[in-house]
């Protein structure tokens, strides 16, 4: 029962190095969605994605970049990582557009960059 | 004016009590809304959906109120297990898919 994984579960950066979020889900759901989550901000939005193919911005994509070549794979990408990206990042999925109110989310992925 | 607005807490309260968080949203264009709970470092999880008629699942109510804009989460008997983060969320239909807001969230911590 795997659900959404995300990968790494921890990492640390130095500002200016570049790394990748992997999120893979086996639910076959069509919509995935990268959140970042900072104390006293709340889930922001990203990046997401309605289908295999296709990405569109969220509230907060400056800095960020995301690929969906497969369908149950949605990547989250930092191409030269900043303090301020010090935070945990989500990625969630959800079978159709989200009208029932239910996301499915990974565990989380703490990034630190120094 | 944030488009969710919750009390942050924490909420401290003794085992058995009855607690309330209240939501207010400011789009009257919100469709749907719902309670997440998130433990403290895990991932969100859907609690329950909040219906125009209030609904209950247990120990647990969310009522809505449309005309002054808000929602609530009432949890009756608390339990040491209620102790969690319970985030408020929107949706407004019409835009793109990234339209489901989330609270910052409203605290709780339940004890002996």
């Known amino acids: 029962n795997a659900g959404v994984t995300q990968t790494p579960k921890f990492r640390v950066l130095k500002t200016g190095q570049s790394m990748t979020l992997l999120c893979a889900q086996d639910m076959n759901h069509e919509y995935m969605y990268w959140y970042r989550q900072d104390p006293g901000m709340g889930l922001r939005l990203i990046h997401y994605?309605?289908?295999?193919?296709?990405?569109a911005k969220g509230e907060v994509p400056d800095g960020y970049n995301v690929s969906r070549l497969k369908k149950q794979n949605f990547l989250l990408g930092l191409e030269s990582a900043a303090p301020s990206q010090t935070s945990v990042y989500f990625c969630?999925?959800?079978?159709?557009?989200?009208?029932?109110?239910?996301?499915?989310f990974g565990e989380g992925s703490r990034l630190t960059v120094l | 004016r944030k488009e969710v607005e919750q009390d942050p807490g924490p909420f401290n309260v003794p085992e058995g009590a009855t607690v309330a968080f209240n939501c207010t949203y400011s789009n009257s264009a919100s469709q749907s809304f719902f309670w997440y709970r998130q433990d403290c470092r895990k991932e969100p999880k859907l609690l329950m959906s909040?219906?125009?008629s209030g609904n209950e699942d247990g120990r647990f109510t969310a009522q809505l109120n449309r005309a002054s804009q808000y929602i609530s989460l009432l949890i009756r008997d608390s339990k040491l297990s209620d102790s969690a983060t319970y985030l408020c969320v929107v949706i407004r239909y019409g835009g793109s898919q990234g339209n489901l807001i989330f609270g910052k969230g409203t605290k709780l911590s339940v004890k002996p």
């Open positions: 969630a999925s959800s079978p159709l557009r989200v009208n029932t109110g239910e996301l499915f």
């Open positions: 994605s309605v289908g295999e193919g296709t990405t």
């Open positions: 909040v219906y125009s």
